[in-house]
């Protein structure tokens, strides 16, 4: 064995072998990597198949379930803005008084104005129907809308804060003399808000169920219908909301004014964001044009005899103010 030829082949030969023995094992990991990588790759594009059907399935459910609805907002919205114009209009022109005004009596004008300014908020109960069945969070547009819908539906519920922002508005609807003490002092002891539960009363008013059971909002002629035969005196689910408009002026009854002026604020977003492409529908859009008012808006809210005061841009500052705690962006007034 000392022979170093021999010597040299058995080393010769412990090196071929241990380099098949490396190269051997190296390929078979490098095998099971390969193949690891491409399992990996299919249950990817796995995924990435699943999910964009999912998203397609989903986004074409939402809009089956939400495009009607929207297209009705969109209406209802422009009638409700309308209506506001309205109010601050016949307040102007002195059609707003108390003992013979056109909210003194269970009339047109005040039975128009319920359903005109609910009848958006009825399109948010039908949303709120169909939100299970459908992801929002597959298009942010609609998402943008519904949550729009959403907050003007609560603003009713909120006069309490609406009271508090600002310049505070003493308000004591709850005082246990509230009956009596409102008549002389409606600022601060008429109510100018609904809780939740009696909002969503009234609400109701504007729906009825189709053959299949299905709830639809029903026209103004319904309505009238419908409520036809309640009395000025009556206490009806409608009379709640009634109530609250009973002898309204945004003088008079400053906080509804200011829930109102917030209701403006959404309804005509919701108007421009409709004007806008697919793709232009952003956060930042949204804040642009919801938490802003201009002159113009002054001029169509201003329900005073004179040019717009502090008085009639407040409401508006105030409107922001809350907008901009719930879409959690800066406000801008002017």
């Known amino acids: 064995m000392d022979n170093p030829i021999v010597i ?96 003194s009596q269970f009339n047109y004008y005040t039975k128009s104005t319920i359903y005109k300014l609910l009848a958006p908020l009825a399109v948010f109960q039908l949303m709120q129907k169909r939100v299970t069945l459908v992801d929002l969070n597959t298009d942010h547009r609609i998402e943008i809308y519904y949550l729009l819908t959403k907050q003007l539906y609560l603003s009713y519920t909120d006069d309490f804060e609406f009271a508090r922002l600002h310049h505070s508005i003493d308000y004591d609807p709850n005082n246990i003399e509230w009956e009596e003490l409102r008549t002389q002092n409606p600022t601060k002891y008429w109510r100018q808000g609904l809780p939740m539960g009696l909002l969503d009363k009234c609400v109701d008013m504007l729906l009825e169920k189709d053959d299949t059971g299905q709830k639809y909002l029903i026209s103004y002629g319904e309505f009238e219908r419908k409520i036809g035969n309640i009395s000025n005196k009556e206490k009806s689910d409608i009379h709640l909301m009634r109530d609250i408009f009973f002898n309204f002026h945004p003088h008079s009854r400053p906080v509804l004014w200011r829930i109102l002026i917030a209701q403006y604020q959404i309804l005509n977003t919701i108007l421009e964001l409709k004007k806008l492409d697919f793709q232009e529908v952003t956060d930042s859009k949204l804040s642009e ?43 801008n007034t002017k």
């Open 289 to 331: 044009i919801l938490l802003n008012f201009s002159n113009e808006d002054l001029k169509k809210c201003n329900w005073s005899q004179q040019p717009a005061t502090d008085e009639i841009k407040e409401p508006f500052k105030v409107a922001i103010d809350y907008l901009g705690r719930r879409f959690k962006s800066p406000t």
């Open 8 to 103: 040299a082949s058995i080393i010769s030969a412990l090196g071929a072998l241990a380099i098949a023995i490396w190269s051997y094992f190296t390929n078979k990991k490098t095998n099971k990597s390969l193949e690891e990588f491409k399992s990996e790759l299919a249950d990817k594009k796995a995924d990435k198949d699943a999910r964009r059907e999912y998203e397609f399935e989903a986004k074409k459910r939402l809009y089956h379930e939400f495009e009607p609805l929207l297209f009705q907002l969109v209406e209802l919205s422009d009638h409700s803005i309308h209506r506001i114009q309205s109010l601050a209009r016949s307040a102007k022109h002195g059609n707003l008084t108390d003992d013979n005004g056109w909210l």
